[in-house]
């Protein structure tokens, strides 16, 4: 990974160096044929600008920027909110993409500990929770069992955790290595980990039901499609009921106008760890990339995660987000 990200900031560094240059030939071009002299120097000059704004920019955002963990605060109010979830506090993470965090345990546990201080009564986690594969968990398990909340923590896989990234395993092989991980979560971690499966809890006579399914990528990005939302939803009928699918373009394809559902919790786009005056390039490839949307009385919330799978963040700072249930009776 290391060697990945130096041989990238050094490709990103020649395109900045040099597009001035480019920029400088073609103008060059254009002014011979009009008979006129065009100086490089500032072109040169411009390159040298903008190679250092991008090392500034790069090492604000790994030194400092992917660690800034900012809560976001969301009421949800919904006739369907039963009377004795009213005011229930759910803590939504994602993507914590734990091989970014080697070396820095003691960040995390910072972040754990403002997760904790919130006093959740429920913990979700949608996805991604690891890179490459369960090793990355090994050394930070004891940082994540510290994380607690009245009913626990519910978690689903994103597209990461089935490993598809590795080259040369058998089917078998990477299956193995997809149910090693959920074992870990489920026995190492003490999570509620949902395969297309629900979970319901329940306070006196009222019960909501927290519905998850396996990566469903209905997008651009389509490695993993392993979502079985009718299975997910079976047993739940009349219930209020929260789906959390990682990634959110599955909301579009299958859950909004097709089911009920009236709440879906997503992540898995980062908003491409990179956010200037609210615009992220993640909208190129994600309608729903970042925060809340609202259509047909249905709504869907990304989370832009913890971690990432670059060591850096410029504007997109990691989230951690508290939605506060509301009854509307």
């Given amino acids: 990974m290391a060697k990945f990200i130096f041989i990238l900031s050094l490709i990103v560094s020649l ?19 009009f008979h006129l002299s ?21 090492l604000y955002g790994n030194r400092i920027g992917r660690f800034r963990n900012e809560v976001k605060e969301m009421d949800y109010t919904h006739t369907s909110v039963p009377t004795a979830f009213d005011g ?18 003691g960040k995390l546990q910072r972040a754990i500990e403002h997760i904790n201080d919130l006093h959740p009564d429920l913990i979700v986690f949608t996805g991604d929770l690891v890179s490459f594969d369960f090793h990355e968990l090994e050394p930070l398990a004891d940082v994540l069992k510290a994380m607690h909340a009245t009913d626990g ?21 990477r299956q193995a290595r997809v149910d090693t991980l959920a074992h870990m979560q489920r026995h190492l971690l003490g999570w509620h980990l ?10 006196g006579t009222d019960s909501l039901a927290i519905l998850g399914v396996e990566n469903q990528s ?27 699918s990682h990634d959110p373009s599955h909301w579009r394809a299958e859950v909004l106008g097709q089911t009920d559902i009236p709440l879906t919790l997503s992540g898995h786009t980062h908003a491409m760890q990179f956010r200037i005056l ?27 995660g913890l971690g990432g799978t670059l060591p850096m963040r410029i504007g997109a700072t990691p989230e951690i987000t508290l939605i ?5 009776n």
């Fill in 15 to 33: 395109f900045w160096l040099l597009l001035p240059q480019v920029v400088f030939v073609v103008s060059w071009l254009v002014a011979r044929i």
């Fill in 88 to 105: 229930y506090r759910i803590v939504h993470i994602s993507d914590l993409h734990l091989d970014g965090w080697r070396g820095q345990a």
């Fill in 218 to 244: 209905c997008g651009a990005h389509q490695v993993i499609r392993r979502g079985d939302l009718h299975r997910a939803m079976q047993g739940t009928d009349g219930m209020f009921r929260i789906l959390l």
């Fill in 153 to 173: 923590v519910v978690s689903i896989l994103g597209n990461h955790d089935y490993d598809p990234y590795a080259p040369g395993l058998s089917p078998r092989e």
């Fill in 324 to 328: 506060t249930l509301r009854s509307h």
């Fill in 194 to 203: 949902l395969l297309n499966e629900h979970m319901i809890i329940r306070r």
């Fill in 38 to 58: 065009l100086p490089w120097r500032p072109f040169a000059w411009a390159g040298v600008a903008l190679l250092a704004l991008w090392w500034a920019m790069f």
């Fill in 278 to 304: 609210g615009f992220t390039p993640s909208r190129w490839v994600y309608p729903e990339c970042d925060g809340r949307y609202d259509e047909q009385g249905q709504t869907l919330y990304v989370n832009i």
